[in-house]
């Protein structure tokens, strides 16, 4: 059994008694033990079992000693409503990144939540994940999102990968995957930035401009903006996938008969004449695709220095800027867009000491990851200096904004590309300056998002 991890029982009891919680904080060593199973470590690459933790001498007695789904610590779990009450009062929905926070600080690495009849394990520790990753099948499940199915099957249309499972999830990421996950290359500031995206990502996919950045806009690229904005704001209660999302047929139907066999910047065409999914199947990973898009002084030296006077970045120069891609990655760290992804396990699984039962949704927090000082020193402080190579000692599980294992988002280069690309260019060209002093809340609504306007102006350098 790899990297099982079991709680010291007299440590967790004398901490009870104390009433001492933030079990997370104290050392993994101190506290917890990473079991492994000898044969799977014999298995494993140099690499895996050199980063692995120390054994533990308790392995043989563990999985006699594991607890169940019951024992997990975890909020009130009230009939018929579970703790969803106790979550209202902490804000409701839109502020559930900051609960899940707070019961990890009260409860520890893992624990256990209830809202309704929808059950969840939380967890909340780089050697946890590692565990779960470690455990991942051949076709890893996220969480099953049954209205988004039943809206699909009733519009008789084809899933994409958010909800596709198995052999069929695998077989259509695996058409996507070798072109995205390596890509070569005051307003309204939030709707703005939304317009870029969908603007950048449907040139990568369809070689055509929407001119969302012009005065006269395409109304059918505003509306798939607007009912996006909807799915996500309406997914922890209604889950509907708007109806707009699906005009994009109309536009891949353009571009398979526009398109010329061998051209490069074919993308859709490429992957439809594979022929390893249907119509229908590229109709819905492409609109999946779509809906993913929707310290300066520092950082302006390092951009000035790499890219030429007069020349727009490119994925060339960006190599080269340790600095732009440090800045990215604390942004990320400190506020995910994704503040929590999941998995539903396919079988039995020892975490911590508990068993928890196949079927069993388990949340990855990756927002209270990377809030959490014990992983992140000076965790609320923007310090891209940490993830420079000589500075670095941060546990990989631990900034995990894309997802891990198989099921990592399959826009994660795109999407990265784009956001350095735009970071150089802002910098470069404008000083970006705050224009009030009042604090900026995030709200969670289906994504981490601002509560309001950006309080920012840029001035042309």
Known sequence: MRAQIRKVPQIVELLRKRSVVGLQHFKPTSSVCVLEDEGEVKGASAASAASAAPRCPHAAAASSRAHGLDAIPGPTNWPLVGSLIELLRKGGLTRQHEALVDYHNKYGAIFRMKLGSFQSVHLGSPRLLEALYRREGKYPQRLDIKPWKAYRDLRDEAYGLLILEGKDWQRVRSAFQHKLMKPTEVVKLDHKINQWSFETICLVLYDKRFGLLQEKVNEEAINFITAVKTMMNTFGTMMVTPVELHKTKVYIDKKLKSGQPGAPDDFIGDIFRQGRLSRKELYAAVTELQIGGVETRKL???????????????????????????????????????????????????????????????????????TNDEYFPEGKSFKPERWLRENSTIDPFAYVPFGIGKRMCIGRRLAELQLHLAMCWLVRDYEIVPTDDEPLDVIHSGLLSPNRELPVAFIPR
């Open 300 to 370: 302006l030296e390092e951009i000035v220095r790499v890219v030429p006077a007069g020349e727009d970045p490119c994925g060339e120069h960006i190599k080269s800027m340790p600095y732009l891609k440090a800045c990215l990655k604390e942004s990320m760290r400190s506020t995910p867009s994704v503040p929590f992804t999941s998995r539903t396990l396919d079988k039995d699984t020892l975490l911590a000491d508990y068993t928890i039962p196949k079927g069993t949704v388990v949340m990855i927090n990756s927002h209270a990851l990377g």
